[in-house]
């Protein structure tokens, strides 16, 4: 691809959905894609057919309800699961759909909704479902400030239901309580007010490690469902805030957390941690991620760290590999074998799209055979990527 900055990486397929690939979570089954729109046009979620990654098709897309905002999937088996939330991006919506709607995708062509989770407040933010009937949600329910954990039981799909939920103590307003961390309703460069809320958290057997925005980080025990308990938080300093995705790496006690680049902080940087877990009670930063070449802040440019691949059940799973995107920055692959010394070994920034100032790569999912799916935030749609590793 022409004005392509990479090392290693290759692009093999791309497809722009014609103008409508505001794209942001993305699952891989079978030889399908499943992807969700950030909510700038009509569409909910594109269902993509990827066996041949050159020539990537459009199998069908879900609509998105009006003021919804359904970016975010999950397949497991053959259920999709697609989240509803109020949608920021339309001009203060006066009705929305807030919960997480359940679909039979066994046949990928004709998604069959089967059930509907509804919840209170602004709705569910994302979900993560891997094993088992419990699927982990962030919501924003009425009566808390922020999202907090929901975990809902998915055994029967027709009929799911909340068993238990989990929120930092002074998020309960509507229950008496208060915060002491200073929140402010909508902080920027200037405001030193800090947000308790959960962006989501990430199973591993019975315990879920969550990205709580400025609270950090937050390892809860979901033995029990019905009571989740809190285990330890750590807080990155003051050069931290957004605290957004923690991955376990498999088979390791070693966290890698990212601190999503939003923005209201363009033109600060934002960093990936690197945490030992080996006494999950007392979590400690090791080092972070070397900050990529190429920094755009003085551009005005959205450039930073964003999502990373989950490794759930049935995709790529390396402990000692890890894919993030960068927005602006594109997509990255780091060697963290050494922990305390983390190595970029690939990239991949592909040239703005038309009328843009620069590509900004949202979610990366890599898949089984080692492909990589990478999606662009405002249009440019969906990238395969050969990592070339």
């Known amino acids: 691809m022409t004005g392509t900055d990479a090392r290693r990486m290759s692009v093999v397929g791309h497809i722009d959905l014609d103008g409508k690939g505001d794209l942001m979570h993305i699952n891989v089954v079978d030889g399908v894609a499943y992807v969700g ?15 041949n990654p050159a020539r990537p098709e459009v199998i069908t897309q879900i609509p998105r309800p009006a003021g919804t905002h359904s970016h975010k999937v999950q397949v497991k088996d053959s259920l999709l699961l697609v989240n509803h939330e109020k949608n920021r991006f339309e001009d203060n919506p006066m009705e929305w759909s807030a919960g997480m709607a359940i679909y039979d995708v ?50 029967d799909p027709t009929s799911p239901a909340e068993v238990g939920r989990w929120w930092y103590p002074g998020q309960h307003v509507a229950g008496g309580e208060s915060s002491n961390w200073g929140m402010a309703a909508a902080p920027d460069v200037t405001q030193e007010g800090r947000q308790y809320n959960l962006h989501h958290a990430l199973p591993d057997g019975d315990r879920a490690y969550g990205g709580y925005w400025d609270g950090g980080l937050m390892i809860l025990d979901i033995s029990n469902p019905a009571s989740p308990r809190l285990i330890s938080q750590l807080e990155f300093g003051p050069q931290s805030r957004n605290t957004h995705t923690p991955l376990r790496l498999p088979g390791r006690d070693i966290l890698i957390v990212t601190d999503e680049l939003i923005h209201r902080w363009i033109g600060v940087q934002r960093h990936v941690w690197v945490v030992d877990v080996a006494d999950e009670t007392n979590p400690k930063v090791i080092t972070r991620f070397p900050v990529p070449r190429g920094a755009r802040h003085e551009d005005n440019i959205r450039w930073g760290p964003h999502n990373l691949h989950e490794m759930r059940p049935g995709s790529f799973t390396d402990p000692n590999l890890v894919y993030l995107t960068y927005f602006a920055g594109g997509l990255r692959a780091y060697d963290v074998s050494d922990a305390s010394n983390p190595v970029e070994v690939a990239h991949l920034v592909p040239p703005a799209p038309p009328g843009r100032d620069s590509i900004q790569f949202n979610d990366v999912y890599a898949a089984e055979d080692g492909l990589v799916y990478v999606s662009d935030r405002f249009g440019d749609g969906l990238y395969i990527v050969d990592p070339g590793l």
């Open 37 to 51: 729109h950030m909510g700038y046009n009509e569409l909910g979620t594109s269902i993509i057919d990827v066996s």
């Open 106 to 155: 066994s046949d990928p062509a004709s998604p069959q909704q089967i059930g509907f989770h509804p919840t209170t407040g602004t709705g569910i933010h994302r979900m993560a479902w891997w094993e088992g009937d419990h699927a982990l949600v962030s919501s924003g329910e009425e009566g808390y400030s922020g999202r907090i954990l929901g975990i809902v039981d998915l055994s």
